[in-house]
């Protein structure tokens, strides 16, 4: 059995694997989400967080041997995570996620899609520290598919996200050097799923994976999430 630690995307916390956690504990992993620094319960202000803070944070949440499971702009991070402690990483696994590539910010990956259905719903904040989502906009982008109870609960929980993070270009020409996997999700309505194919490209074709669902399938289909999650396990 193996080691997962899940993170979550912009705007999100541990709250986003509630219900892909007892899935894989399930079948008999040891599975844990973690709150990025200024995300869920975690205090730390806004503007103490950058693209290192998030990796030194998933860095010191690892167990040797660990899954990471990104999603969305969590694959930024755990990329940086993997830069610091390769060591201590069996595969990362990017779920519609960022992979970052030479030079390129998040949001540099971002604008690279033809389509920008993010941007309409985009609210930066005074401050220009942190970022969030129209409210309203939010389920049609995020969570078209999923129960009706899951998006009021996803609604009650979204926070401010910082911009620095998503404004930092991984160092050293964005080298990863664990096994990678990808996960694109076809009715994505956030990432395109035009720009999560040319993400995953860059990786061997079968690390490539696909799941029918939204941007949120730890939502809409945990269940089969959790079987490809524990599929790339054995394959690990």
């Known amino acids: 059995m193996a080691t997962f ?9 541990a709250w986003a694997w509630r219900d892909v956690l007892p899935a894989l504990t399930a079948m008999g992993h040891e599975a844990s989400a973690l709150d990025l620094p200024a995300h869920g319960a975690d205090p730390t202000p806004a503007t103490g967080v950058s693209l290192d803070t998030y990796a030194e944070a998933i ?3 690892l167990q040797p041997d660990t899954i990471l499971v990104g999603h969305s702009m969590g694959g930024y991070p755990i990329s940086r995570a993997a830069q610091l402690a ?11 996620a960022y992979t970052p590539w030479p030079d390129l910010t998040l949001a ?3 604008r690279l899609a033809d389509r920008q259905p993010l941007v309409p719903a985009i609210r930066i904040n005074d401050n220009r520290v942190t970022m969030g989502f129209d409210p309203d906009m939010a389920p049609a982008l995020f969570y078209h598919d999923c129960p009706p109870e899951t998006v009021a609960f996803a609604l009650q929980n979204l926070c401010p996200q910082p911009i620095a993070p998503m404004e930092t270009a991984l160092p ?19 990432i395109p799923p035009e720009l999560q194919d040319r993400m995953a490209a860059q990786l061997p074709a079968a690390d490539v994976h696909a799941l029918p669902t939204s941007h949120s399938p730890f939502f809409s289909a945990p269940e089969a999430l959790a079987d490809l999650l524990d599929s790339l396990a054995a394959k690990a």
């Open 86 to 96: 390769p060591d201590r990483i069996r595969r990362l696994v990017y779920l519609c």
């Open 172 to 190: 050293d020409h964005a080298h990863v050097a664990p096994p990678r996997s990808y996960i694109v999700c076809r009715d994505d309505r956030a």
């Open 59 to 61: 860095v010191a949440a």
């Open 108 to 110: 540099d990956m971002r």
């Open 5 to 13: 630690l899940l993170i979550h995307g912009a705007c999100h916390g």
